[in-house]
């Protein structure tokens, strides 16, 4: 099936820093990628849909300026968290569509961020 | 908005056994699409099985199928032999128009060897 690889796997960083997460289709070109927030022992919040060469359209209650998301090429979505807090610490996943039919999605690995 | 709700948060089955997950779900539309997604330990999400709601059959996939009622709004999981592999997180999921998935809460499921 298509591969969809996420990258860092697993991201610690201070405070106040930001932190760029990338999301990558392998063998696919992927005009839509969506990103989801997990916390521990919950389900999948959809925080943002990500359109090639437009603005991402963000879910309500989701900060635009905080969780910055650009979607450049066919291949590549990136969402940047912005001066990062500990409650920005997250399992952050992403996931791009492939083909026409709807749930045609694949799952990247997912990205651990834990900001001290 | 469509809602999707999973009742039990955890499930247990003995290894060979059958065991059947929960889930409901809202919606005011009449097409659409019903998914049931694992995520193991590795946390990568997979998919298990589709359903299209105009699709009266339900679906299934070696193993794993569902038993769709629409009029009841409820699409539960039947996972038969169940083996090892099979631990993990299960999440319902709907996705209509947009293709926007709306995830239940989920379902951990052990195997008890």
């Known amino acids: 099936g298509a591969v969809v690889s996420q990258h860092p796997s697993w991201v610690i960083c201070k405070s106040g820093t930001s932190v760029k997460i990338e999301c990558r289709s392998l063998d696919f070109q992927a005009t839509t990628m969506f990103w989801y927030r997990q916390f521990p022992k919950q389900s999948l919040m959809l925080m943002a849909t990500s359109n090639e060469g437009s603005k991402a359209t963000y879910e309500q209650g989701v900060e635009k300026d905080k969780f910055l998301i650009n979607h450049a090429s066919l291949t590549l979505s990136t969402l940047t968290v912005t001066s990062a807090h500990p409650e920005d610490s997250s399992f952050y996943i992403c996931?791009?569509?492939?083909?026409?039919?709807?749930?045609?999605?694949?799952f990247g690995e997912g990205s651990r961020l834990t900001v001290l | 908005a469509q809602t999707v709700t999973q009742s039990q948060p955890e499930m247990s089955v003995q290894e060979a056994e059958t065991v059947t997950l929960s889930c409901t779900y809202d919606?005011?539309?009449?097409?659409?699409?019903l998914f049931w997604y694992k995520q193991p330990p590795s946390r990568q999400m997979i998919l298990v099985i589709r359903?299209?709601?105009?699709?009266?059959q339900n679906a299934t996939e070696n193993r794993f199928s569902v038993n769709f009622q629409k009029a009841a709004k409820s699409f539960s999981l039947k996972i038969s032999d169940s083996q090892l592999g099979d631990a993990a997180m299960y999440f319902c999921?709907?996705?209509?128009?947009?293709?926007?998935?709306?995830f239940g809460q989920g379902t951990r499921l052990t195997i008890n060897p």
């Open positions: 919606t005011s539309e009449s097409d659409y699409y």
């Open positions: 996931s791009a569509r492939h083909g026409a039919a709807p749930g045609e999605l694949f």
């Open positions: 999921a709907y996705c209509q128009g947009a293709q926007k998935l709306v």
């Open positions: 359903q299209e709601a105009y699709k009266q």
